[in-house]
């Protein structure tokens, strides 16, 4: 049973490019969660979503960042004209819809974007 | 105020020691807390939920205060690879991290 997929793991842009980072859920997960890590600051929330919705964008930033979750496929946070201060480590994580308590988060390895 | 509010460490402590970290958070209605251990550079990871009755797991004990709206986490007998960051984590509608707190443990 895989779990979190993310991809790419490293990602270098120059600044006003685009990135792209996906996200697999685990296995029967349909809730996912995209979190942004500042060297040496702690996870912060950005976006919530299931299947073709956005459920809280509250920690999206207003321009350049969107996040989709299709019906098939992974779920995409995607950053345009990308700025030096976007440099960050980006972790998404994935829940189930039922059957365990509290709704864990279990994480993927993380997509570290570099700007230059 | 943060909405999550943590030690700020770093804690070094010798092997063996017992150490605990806490935690605040200001959303009275929060439903669930956890605490994650997150190692350099890698995901954070599910160390254990914490319940209203406070429970242990091994050498790691958790409680929870919601009147005081505060969790905490003990380690007894700490190990050489008990060092990681320690993520409090707070569910309400969102799940909101505190910043961490680091811990060392030397030999």
Known sequence: NAGVMQ???????????????RCSPMKGHSHVYWYRQLPEEGLKFMVYLQKENIIDE???PKERFSAEFP???????RIQQVVRGD???YFCASSATS???????????GTRLTVL | RKEVEQDPGPFNVPEGATVAFNCTYSNSASQSFFWYRQDCRKEPK???????????????TAQLNRASQYIS?????????????????????????GAGTRLTVKP
Request: hydrophobic share 35%; charged share 25%.
């Open chain 1, 99 to 109: 059957g365990r308590p509290y709704n864990e988060q279990f994480f993927g390895p």
């Open chain 1, 7 to 21: 991809n790419p793991r490293h990602l270098v842009r120059r600044r006003g490019q685009e990135a792209r980072l």
């Open chain 1, 87 to 89: 440099s960050a480590a």
């Open chain 1, 71 to 77: 019906k098939e496929g992974p779920s995409i946070l």
């Open chain 1, 58 to 60: 509250s920690g999206m």
């Open chain 2, 73 to 97: 986490l003990l380690i007894r007998d700490s190990k050489l690879s008990d060092s990681a960051t320690y993520l409090c984590v707070v569910k309400g509608n969102d799940m909101r991290f």
């Open chain 2, 46 to 60: 599910l160390l254990m939920s914490v319940y209203s009755s406070g429970n242990e797991d091994g050498r790691f």
